[in-house]
């Protein structure tokens, strides 16, 4: 009895072992959220870009086209040019001349806007500080951080905006010089619609070639 219950024991025990061995667990990769930006960066970031926003974007183009269409109307009146020959004609200088127009305002107004916003610094200072004065206690304890935030969005405006105008004004008058030069002087010995041609698209092809020498 002894000897089998010893040869069952041994039999049990030499059986091999399975080792168990844990599968090591996935590793959870952490995404570290990016960072949102700061709005003294976000401010920053659109200074040195030449990006405009939607609604200056569709107010240069919408001026552009203007001034572009108003040598129609000179030649039209003045050099007997009929809208059903030349329809074409028009509106294709006129789409090729609101591209160089809309161009050269969005150059003329980035580089505009850094000197603009430089001569502007002590005076949008002065009103913002000013502001922070007459404010309610709680106002008056603003930081300096906020204080400068606000120095910054402000001169950001007004030097935006004082570019914007100044840049549709500038553009548009030396376009209409241009025009008027050219078809009165250089290609008056032209026919009446290469005369336009000549004029319209050379005077928007001056203005955006002098924009960039702006920036």
């Not at 091999?16 to 952490?30: A, G, M, N, Q, V």
Request: charged fraction near 20%; aromatic fraction near 12%.
């Amino acid at each position: 009895f002894h000897n089998s219950c010893f040869r069952t024991e041994l039999s049990v025990s030499s059986k091999p072992r399975k080792l168990r061995i844990d599968s090591p667990e996935p590793r959870t990769t952490i995404r570290m959220s990016s960072q949102k930006l700061t709005a003294e960066e976000e401010v920053l970031l659109n200074d040195f870009s030449k990006s405009v926003p939607r609604s200056t974007s569709i107010l240069f183009h919408l001026n552009a086209l203007f001034v572009s269409a108003t040598p129609i109307w000179l030649f039209w009146r003045i050099q007997q040019l009929e809208l059903d020959t030349y329809g074409i004609m028009f509106a294709i200088v006129t789409l090729v001349s609101t591209f160089l127009m809309s161009l050269a305002y969005k150059n003329v107004k980035y580089s505009l806007k850094h000197k603009i916003a430089q001569k502007r610094h002590a005076g949008v200072t002065a009103e913002v500080m000013q502001q922070v004065a007459d404010a309610s206690s709680d106002m008056k304890k603003t930081v300096k951080k906020e204080k400068d935030d606000r120095v910054l969005f402000k001169k950001t405006e007004v030097a935006d905006l004082e570019a914007t105008h100044f840049s549709i004004f500038y553009n548009n008058a030396l376009f209409l010089f241009l025009v008027i030069i050219l078809s009165f002087y250089v290609l008056k010995n032209f026919s009446s619609g290469a005369n336009y041609l000549g004029s319209s698209v050379t005077s928007a092809c001056i203005v955006a070639f002098l924009s960039t020498g702006s920036n």
